[in-house]
């Protein structure tokens, strides 16, 4: 009984050191959010999607304060989320709205003028990378900012037909045409879509880049001096596998690894200074989850 106190024990500390990470980690890409917004998109009057963006444009139509009309509408939203999408659901979001309508409100007081002046373009691109990049890291380590999010999900759970990601596409694009209301110019429009695209790109990188993955065959007579070449030098683990040559009727053996893609050129040196003429297969694969990579998640 008492091991079974003290693994308990121990599997709490971890888990609890797993949430303390995740919580920093969700905090640095909520500043950097706010950093890329306040700082490059507001000044320059730029808008994007979700509820900063409907935030955005009461501010430029009436100068409310962006973290007041996030915070009012999150709530609502909040409020309608844990009757409809349940409070295991909501708990999630509650603490990243908050955090989030703090460090707008502080930077937008703090910064009055575009970091990047003249540069309306360039602001878009350094705004985007920005907000993807906090956005990246925020979803990465399993945090949420609300907002459209909700909306959508409850669109989703009433209509399945309409799938997650055309819920959101959408609308983000209502948002950012609204800005025509308040500024009557398409290049507005044009620099919030341009925003959009950037940032769905850097989260996809953000989320998918660290995680990239190759699957490698190599088929060699000397497959034995590479596997244990590939342990010892590049840190991989090897399967080998017994295969037919159906056109030569020969068999053959089969090195199976997987590595990140970032170890790739280390792992064709290896084949290479042992058999030149050995036959490699190289492909990405989406995820690796197991010892020395992800964790599996559920």
């Known amino acids: 009984m008492d091991r079974l106190n003290i693994k308990n024990v ?20 909520l500043v950097l959010y706010t950093i890329g917004w ?5 000044p320059n009057q730029i808008t994007t999607g979700g509820v900063t963006g409907i ?12 973290a007041l009309t996030y915070f009012c509408i999150n709530a609502v939203l909040l409020t309608i989320s844990i009757k409809i999408l349940g409070l295991k659901f909501s708990l999630k979001t509650i603490g990243s709205v908050a955090v989030l309508t703090f460090l707008l409100s502080f930077f937008q007081s703090l910064i009055t003028e ?4 003249g540069e ?9 990378v920005m907000c993807g990049i906090g956005l990246g890291l925020v979803f990465n380590f399993k945090g949420s900012t609300g907002g459209t999010d909700i909306v959508v999900l409850i669109i989703n759970k009433y209509y399945r037909n309409i799938s997650i990601g055309k819920a959101m596409l959408g609308v983000d694009l ?3 045409s609204s800005s025509y ?3 009557h110019s398409i290049e507005k429009i044009v620099y919030g879509l341009v925003v959009m695209g950037i ?9 998918n880049g660290a995680r990239q993955s190759v699957q490698f065959f190599i088929f060699s007579n000397k497959f034995e001096e590479i596997a244990t070449a590939i342990n010892q030098q590049a840190r991989r683990g090897c399967t080998i596998l017994s295969g037919r040559g159906w056109y030569s009727q020969q068999d053959v053996k089969i090195i199976v690894v997987m590595a990140k893609k970032t170890e790739s050129v280390t792992i064709f040196r290896i084949v290479k200074n042992i058999d030149p003429n050995a036959f490699i297969s190289q492909s990405s694969v989406i995820g690796v989850y197991g010892e020395g990579f992800d964790q599996i998640k559920s």
């Open 10 to 29: 121990k599997v709490n500390k971890a888990l609890l050191r797993q949430e303390l990470k995740d919580n920093c980690f969700v905090f640095v890409g």
């Open 38 to 42: 306040t700082g490059f998109l507001l």
């Open 55 to 66: 935030a955005a444009l009461v501010f430029f139509g009436t100068k409310i304060p962006v």
């Open 114 to 117: 575009p970091l990047v002046k």
């Open 120 to 128: 309306p373009f360039m602001s878009c691109i350094l705004g985007g």
């Open 174 to 176: 209502l948002i950012i």
């Open 181 to 183: 209301i308040i500024f």
């Open 199 to 207: 940032m769905s790109y850097t989260v996809d990188m953000v989320l």
